[in-house]
């Protein structure tokens, strides 16, 4: 009985150690930056059946918090299974072979982490229209690697961020 009577008295004292802001998350966007050759519009990504594209990073912009890190990015098509990758800065390239002509969803699941912060979810969502493919009248040998130096396609989001 004495036991029992020393853990009711302590009981109080484990509701005491929580702290009042574990549900505390930091304000932040994510800035995800695609290769040159992806069409980005309206948080649309827009490629042809058959060709792969590329998402060459994903990082923290805008934070209130003093420092954020980004942990493990997940990348997510159709509510399929997951890709992880907890590598900086998070590149990832998609091959659209075997997804159908029209519209898919593309979800990027973060694990964020924040000085003086709880630890956090975050989610950002694409929509991913897959097009008819393009006819081929490329000429052989020629350079189709970013042939008008075009610059990466940055696209910076608001996610939905929730506590760990």
């Known amino acids: ?3 029992f009577f020393y853990l009711l008295c302590a009981l109080p004292m484990l509701l005491l150690a929580a702290c009042s802001d574990d549900d505390k ?17 309206d948080n649309v ?10 998402i060459e990073s994903v990082r923290p912009v805008n934070s209130n918090a003093k420092e954020i890190t980004f942990g493990t990015v997940t990348y997510q098509i159709d509510y399929g ?17 075997g997804l159908r002509v029209g519209r898919h969803l593309l979800r990027i ?12 979810n975050a989610i950002v969502s694409y929509y991913l ?3 008819e493919p393009e006819p081929d009248d490329t000429t052989p040998g020629g350079d189709e690697t970013n042939p008008d130096g075009e610059a990466a396609v940055v696209v910076v989001a608001h996610p939905s961020v929730k506590p760990a």
């Open 81 to 97: 299974m997951g890709f992880p990758t907890m590598a900086q800065p998070y590149t990832v390239t998609f091959n659209t072979d």
């Open 25 to 41: 998350v930091p304000e932040f966007d994510v800035e995800v930056t695609f290769a040159p050759d992806v069409n980005v519009v």
């Open 129 to 131: 229209d897959i097009t």
């Open 109 to 120: 699941f973060i694990g964020v982490w924040a000085v003086d912060y709880s630890p956090a």
């Open 45 to 54: 990504i827009t490629v042809p059946q058959g060709e792969s594209f590329t």
């Open 1 to 3: 009985m004495k036991k």
